[in-house]
Structure formats: C-alpha cells, structure tokens
C-alpha cells in the first residue's frame, strides 16, 4: 500500500532554514508527480508545490516563490522541501502527497501524515 | 491565480440528509477539479476527481458534478462518519489551488 512518511519538522526561529523530507514507498515513486500541500493552525489547505515524475518541472505558490524549493531523488524514493528565510505565516503542517500521474492535470490521491513547522522565536 | 470559492462556509445537517456543497472558480477550469474530506487531525482523503470520477473505495452516496466555473458535491444520505469539513481544488492551472472548506457539521 503507498505509504509517504514526513519527518524535518520542529520549532525554527524566523530567517532561518529547515528541509523536510518525504519517504515514499508502495508505488513506482519515478512515474508520479509529488507535491506539499500545508494547513496552518486551525485553517485550510494550501497548496505549496509540485515536482513532475522526473523533476524536470516544478511550480510554487506565490506565497513561497523564491523561499521554498522542491527536490526529489527517485534513487531514493524520497521527496524534500528546502525551506529557506523562514517567516511566522509559515508554521503550518506540512503534507506531502502523491498525485495521480506524472505531469499536467492529476489530481492528490495520496497524503502523508503530516509535519508540523513552527516558526517562533 | 484561480480563486476557488466554496458555499456555504459551513452547513448544517442531520443523519439521511441530502447535502450540496458549491464550488466556484474564477474562470474556466473544465472538469480539472477534485473533491476531498478532512477530518481533525487526519490528513485529507480523496473522494471525486475530474469533477464526477468516484475514487476507488468511496461510498456510492458521495457524487460530483458541473464542469467550467461551477460544480457540486452531494452526498445523498449522510451517515455519522460523513461529518468532516470538505475542500475543493482545482488542477487546471499552476498553482493549483484549493476552496477555503466547507464545513459540515451535526
């Protein structure tokens, strides 16, 4: 069964830098697009980015755009989220999920667990 | 971006119910639009895609429809485990992007 394990998050303090990691298994994780989607405290869903089967293309909210990278290493079946200039509005849990093909047009199938990121001094 | 618009903000039922929940986006998605549940402290789950499709696994009273700007969930009889707050998103266009929620409530 697909299995997407989150781990990296914590307590960070505002400026600096976290990577979240995402360990996929129970699927051919190279013919699948990735992406985070995150849920501040008490609100809805956001979605953050996305990464095509092979990398090869990502897209970002505007709300992360120049902060936030997406990666992934089909080696490893692992995706990441390097967080960098970190800022209070983005505390939030942050999911990793599977879509359901490998580029345009598929809609999330699978989520993790989640991570919670809190950014605080 | 493409603004995806939910009513209502929350909704109201009983057990047996009949529900819609609306989904608006600002312009043209086609049928680019998913349906998914969420209950507190889980992850969401998938229950429609291209705005009709049944996910594998999903009770047959869930049902999805409407194609361009406007569509709709309905649950046509709810049952206890059906209470959770229910979000849209659209994957026409990057960023995709989700409704603020609909929560359905007792």
């Known amino acids: 069964q697909v299995q997407l394990v989150e781990s990296g998050g914590g307590v960070i303090q505002p400026g600096r830098s976290l990577r979240l990691s995402c360990a996929a298994s129970g699927f051919t994780f190279s013919n699948y697009g990735m992406c985070w989607v995150r849920q501040a405290p008490g609100k809805g869903l956001e979605w953050v980015t996305l990464?095509?089967?092979?990398?090869?293309?990502?897209f970002y909210a505007d709300s992360v755009k120049g902060r936030f990278t997406v990666s992934r290493d089909n080696s490893k079946n692992t995706l990441y989220l390097q967080m960098n200039s970190l800022r209070a509005e983005d505390t939030a849990v942050y999911y990793c999920a599977k879509t359901m093909g490998s580029s345009y047009f598929e809609a999330i199938d699978y989520w993790g667990h989640g991570t919670l990121v809190t950014v605080s001094s | 971006d493409i603004q995806m618009t939910q009513s209502p903000s929350t909704l109201s039922a009983s057990v047996g119910d009949r529900v819609t929940i609306t989904c608006r986006a600002s312009q043209t998605i086609s049928t680019w639009l998913a349906w998914y549940q969420q209950k507190p402290g889980k992850a969401p789950i998938l229950l429609i895609y291209?705005?009709?499709r049944v996910e594998s696994g999903v009770p047959s009273r869930f049902s999805g429809s409407g194609s361009g700007t406007e569509f709709t969930l309905t649950i046509s009889s709810l049952q206890p485990g059906d209470f959770a707050t229910y979000y849209c998103?659209?994957?026409?266009?990057?960023?995709?992007?989700f409704g603020q929620g609909t929560k359905l409530e007792i």
């Open positions: 990464t095509w089967y092979d990398g090869s293309n990502k």
């Open positions: 998103q659209q994957y026409d266009n990057y960023p995709y992007t």
């Open positions: 291209k705005a009709s």
